[in-house]
Structures are given as C-alpha cells and as structure tokens.
C-alpha cells in the first residue's frame, strides 16, 4: 500500500506543479529570506546605543563592522534597506564582508523606548554567510548585552 500512496503523493505534486500550484520546500531545507526583511525583535533592558555597541563588539568576527545613527549609515549605505526614522533616533549596526562592500550581512537597529530599556530589531542582510545560525547567534549576543546592562 506504501508504493500506491507515495506514488499517488508524487502525481499530486506534480499536478500541483503542471498546474501552476504552489509547492513547499521538502522538510529541513530553509527557505530564503528577503535582504531587509526583520527576523527578529523584542524589547530589551537596557539603551540602545549601549545594547548596538556591545553586540557589534561582539559580532565582530574580524570582518568590518559599521556603528551610528541611522542618518549617518542610511548616507553611506543606501543599499542597507534601513527602516524610517520617524522622528525617532534609532542606533544602527551591522556587518559588511569587507572595506569596499556596501551591502551588509546583517542589520541591527535599536531604539530607546525608556532611558533604560529599548527596542531591537534583527535584519536579514544580503548574503548567504548569513543564515540561521548566524541569526540565532546574533541574537543571543543581544541577549546576552542586555543582560549584562541589567
């Protein structure tokens, strides 16, 4: 009965196919994300300024690192895909693969909400470099920032 059923799930998905139907990603393969597009956010103890300048500390894996406003770097790097300011001063990091680049690996933006506590935002960047590892691990250094800020 097996090979009836596997062989009616293969004509169904290429019905589907022929027809023009969506088709999922078999199991445990990731599917990719749009460059820009935010992977994760929270609110954390502590500044922004703060929690940006300890987790690009961090990061930094020999590679180049760029810190600042987010006037200063949307300027320089128009490609980052920054979200508005709104009137609000936001802390922007991120990592580029070398000097000369000017599309980054990945984007963290940060805005206070308190004077003690501020809200952060985790891009996807523009490289298959970064993937969900590099995701989950960056997000454990602002974990762990803001940890160290309580």
């Not at 920054?82 to 599309?103: F, Q, R, S």
Request: proline share 6%.
């Amino acid at each position: 009965m097996r090979p009836c059923a596997t062989t009616a799930a293969v004509l169904a998905i290429l019905l589907l196919a022929s027809c023009g139907g969506q088709q999922s990603q078999p199991a445990g393969e990731s599917q990719s994300i749009a460059p820009g597009t935010i992977v994760r956010q929270a609110q954390f103890d502590g500044a922004a300024d703060a929690l940006i300048g300890c987790t690009a500390a961090r990061a930094n894996k020999g590679s180049n690192v760029v810190i600042g406003d987010l006037g200063l770097v949307g300027q320089n790097y128009p490609k980052a895909q920054l979200p508005p300011a709104n009137d609000a001063l936001i802390y922007v990091a991120m990592e580029l693969l070398d000097k000369n680049d000017t599309v980054p690996l990945w984007v963290l933006t940060g805005r206070d909400i308190t004077p003690s506590t501020s809200y952060m935002e985790l891009r996807m960047g523009y490289s298959p470099k970064v993937g969900e590892a590099r995701e989950d691990e960056l997000w454990r250094i602002v974990e762990d920032c803001s940890e160290a800020n309580s």
